[in-house]
């Protein structure tokens, strides 16, 4: 074993400082994902100076349990310990965690000589080859987020003043680049999920809560846009209301909980039958459903509305659920608006309450 008692020489110490600006322009203009690979020649630069074995980044967990080794450099013919240096428990090394919280700072000459307190520490140093070792605390916002350090196997050193210095120089541009690319992730996350925020919330806004079907809001939009996009194309449209016979009564004699049941039943029923590809069902209100389907004809409209009666009355509850449909298909003019198309279907639900309800009646 060799020991050196290091010098530094004005010559090394100008050399120094052109490797430090060299790594500082390349840290700074490192991407997210290109900065591994900067930091890594970042420790190359610091391992070649003064001839280091190993040069390598840990970061500690948020709560300090457990430190991770994020980022390696070895020497030609020094083997690698990334791999089995991740999660290390911070009780496997007590005195390395207490002296790095407490100082910021590690040094080792000699691995031989760290007093037996040192225990799981010097255990690892020794596994390692290691005979002297030197690490430097990172502190983003005043707080200790891991370290930056080098060993030596092959030789021993006695570590001075500028060595400490140089160190702490190469840690803190680490900690900046690290520091800058969690703010950028964070940024990142928080932008996505503002992104999905924004769309549960325009899906909200056009959702009833009760039914998960569109709402009034989202059938407004959805009458209109299907009126404009059939009168471009002068094809058939088929507005259904469906309006629930008697619930008031089902309401009063059952309670609301037996009532929000049938509401969700008769949803269930309008999906199933009159939801296919490019139809829109709804709640348009109280005990009232829409259904938007186009290209049907008025016979196929005619169908699914004896089609919807008859699932319906399967909707088991405290009392057999009917209802009545008004049902109205047509090819869209220019003239068309959604308030007369509505006033129509609604008339027509009228005229099949007033034929006695479990029906359905055509607009003319
Ligand atoms: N359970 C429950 N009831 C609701 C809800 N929204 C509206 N209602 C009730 O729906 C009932 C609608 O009653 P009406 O409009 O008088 O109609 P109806 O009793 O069905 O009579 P007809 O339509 O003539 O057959 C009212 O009693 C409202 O309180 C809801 O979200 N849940």
């Not at 309006?243 to 039943?265: E, P, S, T, Y």
């Not at 008859?310 to 049902?327: D, F, K, P």
Request: with cysteine; aromatic share 6%; hydrophobic share 40%.
């Amino acid at each position: 074993m060799t020991t050196e008692v290091k010098t530094t020489t004005t010559h090394s110490t100008v050399q120094f400082a052109y490797l430090i600006s060299h790594i500082s322009t390349s840290l700074i203009n490192a991407t997210p994902t290109e900065s591994a690979k900067h930091i890594e020649h970042a420790l190359a630069a610091l391992g070649s100076n003064d001839r280091k074995d190993r040069c390598y980044v840990f970061l500690f967990s948020d709560d300090y349990q457990e430190m991770s080794n994020t980022h390696e450099w070895v020497n030609q013919g020094i083997t690698a310990h990334k791999q089995d240096l991740q999660q290390v428990p911070a009780d496997a090394m007590p005195w390395f965690f207490q002296e790095m919280k407490a100082e910021g700072l590690i040094l080792v000459n000699d691995t031989a000589q760290l007093p037996d307190k040192a225990g799981g520490f010097k255990t690892e140093l020794l596994r390692e080859n290691i005979q002297s070792m030197m690490a430097v605390g990172m502190y983003l916002e005043g707080r200790l987020i891991g370290f930056v350090g080098c060993d030596l196997v092959h030789r021993s050193c006695e570590w001075g003043d500028e060595d400490v210095r140089q160190m702490r120089l190469v840690a803190d541009m680490i900690t900046n680049t690290v520091a800058r690319h969690r703010t950028e992730a964070r940024l990142q996350q928080m932008e996505a999920e503002l992104r999905a925020a924004n769309a549960r919330l325009a899906q909200l806004a056009h959702e009833d809560g009760l039914t998960e079907l569109k709402n009034r809001r989202g059938l407004d939009a959805a009458l209109s846009s299907e009126i404009s996009r059939l009168q471009r194309k002068q094809q058939e449209l088929t507005i259904m209301m469906i309006d629930i016979d008697h619930f008031k009564q089902l309401n009063d004699q059952h309670g609301h909980v037996v009532g929000d049941a049938a509401l969700r039943c008769v949803a269930q029923e309008l999906k199933h039958t009159l939801q296919r590809s490019g139809e829109t069902i709804g709640r348009f209100g109280g005990d009232e459903f829409l259904a938007i389907c186009p290209l049907l004809t008025t016979e196929e409209a005619q169908q699914r509305a004896a089609s919807l009666l008859e699932g319906i009355s399967t909707c088991e509850g405290a009392a057999q659920l009917t209802v009545s449909i008004g049902l109205y298909t047509f090819i869209p003019s220019s003239a068309t608006t959604s308030d007369e198309v509505l006033r129509k279907v609604d008339n027509a639900v009228y005229r099949a309450k007033h034929k006695g309800r479990n029906r359905f009646e055509i607009a003319s």
